[in-house]
Structures are given as C-alpha cells and as structure tokens.
C-alpha cells in the first residue's frame, strides 16, 4: 500500500463552504443544486472538487458531479472498492415498502418531468398511487419513509403539514438511492404488481391489511 499524501490548499474565503460540503456529503450523501444551490455551485466548480475529491478519498470516499442533474454525491473511492474492513458510503437497508414507495416516487418523477418548475406530488396522490400497486401503508411507516428519504435529501416537505394537500418535492437524486440487488429484487415484484392489475382489471388487495386498517392508523 503506498503513503497517504495530502496536498490541499483552500482559500479562507472558502474555508467554511469546503468545511459545510464535505459534512453535508457525509451526512447526507447528496448536495442538490435544486435544494442547496450555494453548496452546489461551490462543490461544481473544478478546483473545489478536485480538492474535496482528494480530501475525502483519505479516508475511502470521492465525490461525483452529475452536472445534467444537478446532483453531486458521495461514492466509493475506486482505489477502496475492494478494500476489505471500509463501510460503504452511506449505505441503507431500506424494507420492502420504503423500496415500493421509492419506485413509485421515481415513476411519479418522470411523470412530471417539464410540466412545472419544480417537482411535486401530493400526499393524497401518492398514497392513491402506492394503494394502485397493492401497498398500503400503515400511517407511521409511511411518516418514517417520507423522514428517511428526506434525511438523505431524495424529496423535501414541510413537516408541519400532515394533510393530504402537503406538497412533496421530488429531486433527482432518486434515480441514486438504489442498492442494485435489492432494487432488483422489489422491481421484479412491482412489476408483477403491475401486471397482476391489467390482468385482474381490478385493485388487487393487500394480504393481512386493509382499507379499514389504513383509515384507522390514519385518524
């Protein structure tokens, strides 16, 4: 293994957004130029990424910018990959219905991609969308799902507002949020969800929950 080497030289001028970027990374995986454009535009610019990119990889990690997006995201470094005894970058094991309703976010994404400034979905929407594929969430799992994802800045709401009507913004890091085998494994189920219902021509019911039980957790 060679010698770590660290050769950095940040301005003062911008010693406190290189500081606020990399705990953000590390925090939350994702900068967003939709949610936190200062952030983005200085982690976007060449000579700040390349020395972000250089002080994470010290300790296992890079960064990768998807300018197309406006996505820049914490990754692996490729020299660690394999290395054995290094936790992967804010790796999470998301159950079953967190996976449901991320593949139902990201189709309600595309959907509404170019028709508004901004993305946005309903919760009511939602809800009725995720019931359309035969899940149907308890009002709790559905609250710790929606404060996962915000954590890791996937969507963002207004946690005050547990209405219907609440608005959910929908950023494109959702096409990033997978582990491939698990996401494999849930789309291979949702896809047999969605041919069970033109099949059926009919909702096909949730084994052991109900709408009765739905409405209940609701109110």
């Known amino acids: 293994m060679s010698d770590i080497n660290l050769h950095i030289t940040v301005k003062e001028e911008n010693g406190t957004l290189f500081k606020r970027c990399v705990r953000k990374l590390l925090e939350s995986t994702f900068i967003l130029r939709d949610k936190d454009e200062k952030l983005y ?16 990889r010290m300790i296992g990690f890079d960064i ?32 079953t219905l967190q ?3 991320l593949l139902v976010l990201w189709k309600v994404y595309l959907e509404n991609l170019g028709f508004n400034e901004g993305n946005f979905v309903t919760k009511g929407d939602l809800i009725d969308k995720i019931k359309s594929y035969g899940v149907v969430p ?8 929606f404060k996962l994802f915000k954590k890791y800045s996937l969507i963002n709401y207004d946690e005050e507002d547990d209405g219907e ?3 959910i913004q929908l950023y494109p890091s959702l096409q990033f949020g997978w582990d491939i085998p698990q996401f494999q494994t849930v789309a291979k189920e949702y896809l047999k969800m969605d041919e069970g219902e033109m099949e ?7 084994p052991g929950m109900n709408q009765e039980e739905f409405e209940e957790e609701d109110a």
């Open 41 to 56: 535009s200085f982690v976007s610019r060449e000579s700040n990424r390349q020395d972000i990119s250089e002080y994470l």
């Open 64 to 95: 990768l910018v998807d300018e197309k997006t406006g996505v820049s995201m914490l990754i692996v470094s490729e020299e660690d990959e394999e290395t054995v005894g290094l936790k992967r970058a804010n790796v999470i094991t998301f159950s």
């Open 99 to 101: 996976y449901h309703l």
């Open 138 to 145: 308890l009002k709790q799992e559905l609250n710790n799902a």
């Open 165 to 167: 009507d609440m608005k």
């Open 200 to 206: 059926e021509d009919s909702e096909p019911e949730n």
